[in-house]
């Protein structure tokens, strides 16, 4: 019987044109095409998503209070959370055991209060239960050439 298991392939960063491409498809983040800056923080193929995803947070009057990777990477952390506090702390205590390389929490391990939030969470939340009821995260790290994920 033929192997027809799906492998893991690393997917490189894209390149600068089909970022400026994207970007211009949408009339909300057609303006960020031309910020440099931006445009190699998004080489990342889940971090372009993840702005694409955001769209409506980007609005073209607000455009030059966006135009650095971080204010870019501010939307989008509004998009995830809707200003909402729990949600917003239940993601950094995430995170942090993400920058300890922890990057799965068993849902036993959260507290009552933290599975409420994890349960009533939105979906574009960056963060998804597994097979083995285990809360898997997606971060959002900086990195020397800018924004980046892991998954």
């Given at each position: ?27 909300y ?51 995830w ?9 239940f ?42 009821r ?18």
């Amino acid at each position: 019987m033929k192997d027809v298991s799906v492998k893991p392939q690393e997917i490189g960063p894209l390149e600068l044109d089909d970022v400026k491409a994207a970007l211009r498809s949408s009339p909300y983040l057609r303006w960020l095409a031309t910020e440099t800056e931006t445009i190699k923080a998004l080489t990342n193929l889940r971090a372009l998503a993840w702005v694409m995803e955001a769209e409506s947070k980007f609005s073209p009057e607000n455009k030059y209070l966006l135009l650095s990777p971080i204010s870019v990477a501010d939307r989008v952390w509004e998009y995830w959370t809707g200003g909402n506090l729990a949600l917003e702390v239940f993601l950094t205590q995430l995170g942090v055991r993400e920058a300890e390389f922890q990057h799965s929490v068993a849902l036993s391990e959260l507290t009552t209060a933290d599975a409420n939030t994890l349960q009533n969470r939105p979906s574009q939340m960056p963060i998804r239960i597994n097979s083995r009821r285990r809360v898997r995260i997606f971060n959002m790290i900086w990195q020397e050439n800018g924004l980046a994920s892991r998954d």
